[in-house]
């Protein structure tokens, strides 16, 4: 009789000591040869919204819900209207810094603020920048470098953390030979779904005098929108050996729901007379 009362109080206690299951639901579950050299490493958008779902535990079903949480995310996010960032572009001690900011409303344009050092450095960062304006301008373009199975084929590689976030990492191979495509990593946020990190070297080379390039590139949220915060990539270029760039986001400026929403109506409709 006495184990038995004791046995009830037990459970009793057990009982309410368990948490409120609202609150367990929401716990986290240059120089160089020539200026293009560096222009080619795009910024890779990454369109993302929050999603949360029931998580399955391994195998081919994990996957599938990684891809399709992150491919869902990219659907929803709107680019900040105009960015302004810090690049580095040089070799060893030998480092130009230029400010710019590009504006994303069309027909896109930038703007150099600053500079101090090698004017061939500054040719590098106004390539990069156009390359972005027209990549972002048009639906097609940004369609063809997004995380997609259209683009990438994926593999699940480990669960981990990364800057005190716990994140699903991924392998990604792209499908075919295009500089903006990036085979090696992808660490993808295990609550949000958001891409917090990309690592690898791109899938075609962008010149002849190139052998490679190897990016790294880091997402988080800033002044209330999720953004490419940094860049690094490192080229490896005959006869010359390694050139780097580096970026650093300053500041970021959004638009109103509508007016973004009325800009992607626009490139919309000029992709489609474009392909007429």
Known sequence: MA???????????MRYRNPDPNLVASLPSTKSVT????????????????AQQNNPSTGPDLLTFIVQGMQKAQSGIQLPVRITRVYQV????????????????????YEIQKRDGSGRAEQVVKR????????????????????????????????????GHLCYILQITPKRQQVELVSGRAWIDRQSFLIRRIEGTLAKSPSWWVRSVH???????FDDG?????MKAVADIRCLGQREMTSQTLSIETAPLAA?????????????????
């Open 3 to 13: 184990i038995g009362v004791q046995r009830t109080k037990l459970r009793a206690k």
């Open 35 to 50: 200026p293009v050299i560096l222009a080619i490493v795009v910024f890779l958008p990454v369109s993302l919204a929050f």
């Open 90 to 109: 040089g070799a060893a001690n030998d480092f130009t810094n230029v400010v710019a900011a590009v504006d994303f409303t069309p027909p896109g344009r």
């Open 128 to 163: 990069l920048l156009q390359h972005e304006i027209e990549v972002q301008g048009s639906v097609q373009k940004s369609q063809s470098k997004a995380f997609t199975n259209d683009n990438y084929a994926f593999a699940y590689v480990a669960t981990a953390m990364l800057d």
């Open 215 to 221: 990016v790294a590139i880091t997402f988080g949220n």
């Open 226 to 230: 999720w953004v490419q915060t940094s």
């Open 260 to 276: 973004r929403n009325a800009a992607q109506t626009m490139d919309r409709s000029d992709d489609a007379e474009d392909a007429q």
